[in-house]
Each structure stands twice: as structure tokens, then as C-alpha cells.
């Protein structure tokens, strides 16, 4: 039988001698996903790559769909910067807009972004 793919192997096979950095991924609902991501990539990939729900990323990435909607929790909002431009013409068309809303795709993943935690919103559109 096949190993089980679990959430923490995932995205790990190219970066195996960075530092990974763990992104706690809360639902709705409040449970969480915890997942390790390569630097390098980006929050909404390393939702995806662990199958994370409530990250539709409709659009692959590009900043054309805003389904990759999170809210960043205050403790991280200044580690993981500001939107551009772009991105908050684009929050425009997410559900349930916040202060703290951001685009996953727009996050890269940052060996100081170890411990990140983002809040996946209801629903997406
Ligand atoms: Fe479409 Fe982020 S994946 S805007």
C-alpha cells in the first residue's frame, strides 16, 4: 500500500535544506490545518499543496480571482506586509472584506514567517 500523503510532507521534496516554516490554517469552524511551507513559495501554493479547505485559488495565482482570500491574524499583519495595488483592486471582489484581508497568492513565504497563522473566511465568493 501506498504511504499516506500527509499534510506535513507536502511541498517539502525541493527544499529540503531550507527551513521550512509552519502556517497554521484556521476554518471556520475553528479547527486548523497546520502545514510546513518551502520559502520561496506562496501561502495560497502552500494551501493547495496540502489540500487546505476554503483556498479555491481559482485563477492558479494570478491575482485575477481573489478565491485565495485569508484574513491574517494581528499578530503577523506586519510581518507579512501591506497589499499592492494590484491585490486590493482585486480584494474588491472577495467576500466579507477585512482590514486584515490579503490574497494568499500575494504572500510569499518567508523563513520570518515561521509560526504564520491566517484565518480561511466562510466562504469565498
Ligand atoms: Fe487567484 Fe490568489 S489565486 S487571486
Not at 529540503?16 to 495560497?44: R, Y
Amino acid at each position: 500500500m501506498p504511504p499516506e500523503r500527509t499534510g506535513l510532507v507536502a511541498g517539502r521534496t525541493h527544499h529540503e535544506h531550507l527551513t521550512m516554516a509552519k502556517i497554521t490554517f484556521v476554518q471556520p469552524d475553528g479547527s486548523q490545518v497546520v502545514v510546513e511551507a518551502a520559502p520561496g513559495i506562496t501561502v495560497m501554493e502552500a494551501a493547495k499543496l496540502n489540500n487546505v479547505p476554503g483556498i479555491e485559488a481559482e485563477c492558479g495565482g494570478a491575482c485575477a480571482c481573489a478565491t485565495c482570500h485569508v484574513y491574517v491574524d494581528d499578530a503577523w499583519r506586519e510581518r507579512s506586509g501591506k497589499p499592492a495595488t494590484m491585490e486590493e483592486d482585486m480584494l474588491d471582489f472577495a467576500f466579507d472584506v477585512r482590514e486584515a484581508s490579503r490574497l494568499s497568492c500575494q504572500i510569499k513565504v518567508t523563513k520570518e514567517l515561521d509560526g504564520l497563522v491566517v484565518r480561511v473566511p466562510d466562504k469565498q465568493f
